[in-house]
């Protein structure tokens, strides 16, 4: 409760979060998303695909959904991080580490950024290759406790957790739409078409 408000009462029912920006005086300053609303809409904004599970059953669901609408079931997958190979088990992928061969990726990430809905990754997820070696399709698993406002929060993250050996290859992927809806602001990036199977964790 503000101090103005143990002073002077509740004048009424709207608390300031409620009142809509465009009513709140063009010079008050715009009331800021929690960041993982802010990652939705940016991320989708960016063209991502976002299925939001709050479990891991879910998450198989979600993923044998996501291989059955694109007819991914008997296609190889290039897979570098093994504790998905051990998450998705069952599913009796066919793993290999030439990324030419492969239909899709199948990868975690690093962080996932709440200001462009971008994710950031490193050489944990993609060894040393680039984003246009890498299959045009990503399926990335990821958990709610890995949002962060932006990539300098990221970078420390990073930095935090792997003391001893800091990644190489930091990247991030932010163009998720096919190659044809590509224009001059997504020029010389790698365009993929992204899936993100976030579950919540929290």
Not at 4 to 32: H, L, T, W
Not at 122 to 145: G, M, V
Not at 178 to 188: H, I, V
């Amino acid at each position: 409760m503000s101090l103005f408000r143990k002073i002077f009462g509740k004048k009424s029912d709207d608390s300031e979060e409620n009142v809509p920006n465009q009513e709140r005086g063009k010079y008050m300053p715009e009331i800021k998303l929690p960041a993982d609303e802010r990652f939705t809409i940016n991320f989708k904004a960016n063209g991502g695909k976002f299925l939001y599970c709050e479990n891991i059953n879910e998450i198989k669901d979600s993923f044998n959904a996501i291989l059955k609408e694109n007819k991914w079931q008997n296609e190889k997958v290039f897979l570098i991080d093994k504790r998905l190979s051990d998450l998705f088990k069952d599913f009796n992928l066919e793993t290999t580490k030439k990324a030419s061969e492969s239909a899709y990726f199948l990868s975690t990430c690093e962080y996932l950024i709440s200001d462009d809905g971008s994710l950031l990754i490193s050489s944990n997820q993609i060894a040393e290759k680039k984003l246009r070696e890498l299959p045009t399709n990503f399926i990335i698993y990821a958990t709610t406790s890995q949002f962060v406002e932006n990539i300098g929060e990221g970078l420390k993250g990073i930095k935090a957790k792997s003391k001893s050996s800091i990644p190489t290859n930091i990247t991030t992927i932010k163009h998720f739409k096919t190659a044809e809806d590509k224009d001059f602001l997504s020029y010389g990036s790698s365009s993929k078409n992204l899936y993100l199977l976030l579950l919540e964790d929290l």
